[in-house]
């Protein structure tokens, strides 16, 4: 089944304390991307990747960093979670083709940072 | 920045009834998306609509665009509470990127 899996779906941490979210995809997508999710301010692009190998910023990326090392998976790190990271995170990926034509996303990451 | 603002922000109707929702967007085009999210999960891609289309059907969904006025909206006929979801416009140009808006909740109540 084509999906995007991101784990885990719920987390719960301290300021501070690096942490990791995974995405990976199994439909040999070129596009990946991060997203932030906030009451009142839809969805927020942190970051996104055109291949492997090559990222770059969306609109909110302070606070994360990626990477791409290999094509399916697109990690989003957090090295000193504060609280204002508490948010409900989505990854998504997407063939590059025609300026991105359809996004599949993962079923979400809901993070709380004490 | 936020291109795509969806209007309105909540819309709740009875089954049966047919729900419109709009959204606007600031710059040049060269696809808009709509995109639906039950309570939380990840969003679902419903229908595209090119630059050079004026309206486009799939099912019950029906996009009209007018690129004039730089808006879209979202009709969705015979609605059921199963439609019940936040509905959302992404705005595409032509550097990869999608721009989302803000979302329309809506509520069929049965």
């Known amino acids: 089944e084509a999906q995007v899996t991101q784990n885990p779906r719920y987390l719960i941490t301290v300021t501070g304390k690096k942490l990791t979210v995974t995405c990976s995809q199994n439909?040999?997508?070129?596009?990946m991307s991060w997203y932030r999710q906030d009451p009142g301010l839809g969805l927020r692009q942190i970051y996104y990747s055109m291949n492997v190998e090559v990222t770059d910023k969306g609109d909110v990326p302070e606070g994360y960093k990626v990477s791409r090392k290999e094509k399916r998976n697109f990690p989003l790190i957090l090295e000193s979670p504060s609280p204002n990271q508490t948010s409900l995170y989505f990854c998504a990926s997407s063939l590059l083709g025609q300026n991105l034509e359809k996004l599949f996303f993962g079923s979400g990451t809901q993070l709380s940072v004490l | 920045s936020q291109q795509g603002e969806e209007d309105p922000q909540a819309l709740s109707i009875q089954e049966g009834e047919n729900a419109t929702m709009n959204c606007s967007y600031k710059t040049s085009i060269n696809n808009l998306q709509w995109y639906r999210q039950n309570s939380g999960r990840g969003l679902v891609h419903l229908i595209l609509?090119?630059?050079?289309?004026r309206e486009k059907h799939s099912g019950r969904l029906r996009v009209t665009l007018d690129t004039s006025k730089k808006s879209s909206s979202l009709l969705i006929t015979a609605s059921r509470a199963a439609d019940t979801a936040s509905y959302f416009c992404?705005?595409?140009?032509?550097?990869?990127?999608?721009?989302f808006g803000k979302g329309t909740l809506l509520t069929v109540n049965p």
């Open positions: 439909m040999n997508h070129e596009y």
């Open positions: 992404a705005s595409g140009g032509s550097n990869y990127k999608l721009t």
């Open positions: 609509i090119r630059s050079n289309e």
